[in-house]
């Protein structure tokens, strides 16, 4: 259960990672080849490791609430990093969709 | 798809209507990519010739690397708040498939998760116009 919360922390870096090197994208494809987007990817293929490790040993039926946890650590890294406005339709847009992934969760067992 | 991408940034809500758009190219991609993993693992042998000469394998890492860029050039337009939640749409796109491709039984709890997740990219893309 640990290293699938470690993986949506590290996850969710990587989503901020992606977006601090986006900005740095230009017309020139070379501009992919940033440190920023290198350390993003690499940051979420280390959570697909946390994450296959991870349930390996517990029940799927509980890691995937954990994982969607992400979402909301994504959010607040947006509003501390990048400034982004958190409005009311964010946050109900999100909790329909964290509502959706648990179910989706629970129907898979 | 590059010089469509900096043209559109002028206007900035064409450009976050772009970034809406890419990002749910991406879930595509990415729901392809879940479900040729899954069909890939089925015949996995753990050795470097069996992995590398297993298409299905290869084109859902292939697919990955496709969901990447499309995720970073929405990022570029977009807001990460509104944009990284629309991901779960990959959901919809997976339990579909699994009910369509891999033939797995249906059930409520997923049924109803799917349109929970439909809804809630509605309202995140409909608050984004205001």
């Given at each position: 259960?640990a290293?699938v919360?470690?993986?949506?922390?590290?996850g969710?870096?990587?989503?901020?990672?992606?977006?601090?090197?986006?900005?740095?994208?230009?017309?020139?494809?070379?501009?992919?080849l940033?440190?920023?987007?290198?350390?993003?990817?690499?940051?979420?293929?280390?959570?697909?490791?946390?994450?296959?490790?991870?349930?390996?040993?517990?029940?799927?039926?509980?890691?995937?609430?954990?994982?969607?946890?992400?979402?909301?650590?994504?959010?607040v890294?947006?509003?501390?990093?990048?400034?982004?406005?958190?409005?009311?339709?964010?946050?109900?847009?999100?909790?329909?969709?964290?509502?959706?992934?648990?179910?989706?969760?629970?129907?898979?067992? | 798809?590059?010089?469509?991408?900096?043209?559109?940034?002028?206007?900035?809500?064409?450009?976050?209507?772009?970034?809406?758009?890419?990002?749910?190219?991406?879930?595509?991609?990415g729901?392809?990519?879940?479900?040729?993993?899954?069909?890939?693992?089925a015949?996995?042998?753990?050795?470097?010739?069996?992995?590398?000469?297993?298409?299905?394998?290869?084109?859902?890492?292939?697919?990955?690397?496709?969901?990447?860029?499309?995720?970073?050039?929405?990022?570029?337009?977009?807001?990460l708040?509104?944009?990284?939640?629309?991901?779960?749409l990959?959901y919809?796109?997976?339990t579909l498939?699994s009910?369509?491709?891999?033939?797995?039984?249906?059930?409520?709890?997923?049924?109803?998760g799917?349109?929970?997740?439909?809804?809630?990219?509605?309202?995140?893309?409909?608050?984004?116009?205001k």
């Amino acid at each position: 259960m640990a290293l699938v919360l470690a993986a949506s922390v590290v996850g969710s870096f990587g989503a901020v990672f992606l977006k601090f090197g986006a900005a740095r994208v230009t017309r020139n494809p070379l501009s992919f080849l940033n440190s920023r987007l290198a350390l993003g990817v690499a940051l979420y293929l280390g959570s697909s490791v946390f994450y296959f490790l991870g349930i390996r040993g517990g029940q799927l039926s509980i890691l995937y609430p954990l994982v969607s946890l992400g979402y909301i650590w994504t959010l607040v890294w947006a509003r501390i990093f990048f400034h982004e406005a958190l409005t009311r339709q964010k946050f109900l847009g999100l909790g329909l969709i964290l509502l959706g992934v648990v179910l989706v969760g629970m129907g898979a067992k | 798809m590059k010089a469509a991408t900096a043209s559109f940034a002028r206007d900035a809500a064409a450009a976050r209507r772009l970034s809406i758009v890419l990002v749910c190219c991406c879930t595509l991609s990415g729901a392809a990519a879940q479900v040729l993993m899954k069909v890939a693992m089925a015949s996995f042998a753990p050795n470097l010739v069996a992995i590398v000469t297993n298409w299905m394998l290869m084109a859902g890492y292939a697919l990955y690397g496709l969901n990447t860029l499309l995720m970073v050039l929405a990022l570029r337009e977009g807001e990460l708040s509104m944009l990284y939640p629309i991901i779960a749409l990959t959901y919809v796109w997976v339990t579909l498939l699994s009910y369509t491709l891999l033939r797995e039984p249906p059930n409520a709890f997923k049924n109803v998760g799917i349109a929970l997740i439909v809804i809630g990219v509605a309202v995140l893309g409909r608050g984004e116009k205001k």
